[in-house]
C-alpha cells in the first residue's frame, strides 16, 4: 500500500501540465527534490527525455513559434517556395536548428519571410554566420547583408574567412560572401523536415 506523501494527480498536473521540473515541484511544495522523485518511481510516472527536459528549460514560455497553415493562394505560394528553398538549399543534417545559406540576398530574404508569416517566429531570434573569402572586407560584407535584410549587426556570429583561391565567375557572385541564417529550435527544425516531401 502507497504511504501518504505527494498525491498522484498533483504531481502528474505539475510534471505534466505545467511542465515544471522536479527541482520546480519540490521548490513549490515545499520538499526535497529525493521525495518527488520517490513519488515519481512510485506511480510509475515517466520523466521526462534529458532533450526534452532542456528543450523546456530554454522555452520556459513555451514554444518560441506557432505553425500557422496557409490559407490564402499566396500563403500557399510562399508554404511552397520556403519548403523548396529549405529542401533544395537549408542544412538538413543540424538536428537542432533550422539553417539555410547562400549568395542571393533575395533569397534569404524569402526564407526568412516564410520563418516569420508561416511560423510566427520573431525575427529578433534569427542568427546569421557568414562566410567570406580573405580579400573580402568583413566589415563591408557585413554592411551589405545588415543593410539589404534590415538585420542588426548583433545578430551576427564572428565571421568565418577562407583564404582566397582562384579568381572566377564564382568569385564574382559571392562577392559579399555566403550568408547563412540560422535558427535555433530543435523541435521546429523537425517540423520543417517532417513537412518536406520525401
Known sequence: MIRKGIKKDLLGKMYYRDKKSMQEIA??????????????????????????????????????????????????ELFGLGLGLYW?????????????????????????EFLIKVFQIDEKDLKFGLQIFSDINPEKAMDFWSKTLRISKVQFNKPIVTKSGSIGTYRKK????????????????NLLISLLPM
Open 174 to 189: 559571392s562577392e559579399y560572401g555566403v550568408l547563412t541564417v540560422m535558427y535555433h529550435n530543435k523541435k521546429l527544425r
Open 27 to 76: 521548490s513549490d511544495l515545499n520538499c526535497s527534490l529525493h521525495k518527488v522523485s520517490y513519488w515519481m518511481e512510485k506511480y510509475c510516472l515517466n520523466a521526462r527525455p534529458r532533450s526534452e527536459a532542456m528543450y523546456i528549460k530554454h522555452n520556459p514560455a513555451g514554444d518560441p513559434f506557432i505553425f500557422r497553415p496557409p490559407e490564402t493562394t499566396r500563403e500557399a
Open 88 to 112: 533544395g538549399e537549408g542544412t538538413k543534417a543540424d538536428k537542432n536548428s533550422i539553417r539555410l545559406g547562400n549568395t542571393d540576398p533575395n533569397l534569404i530574404k524569402r526564407f526568412i
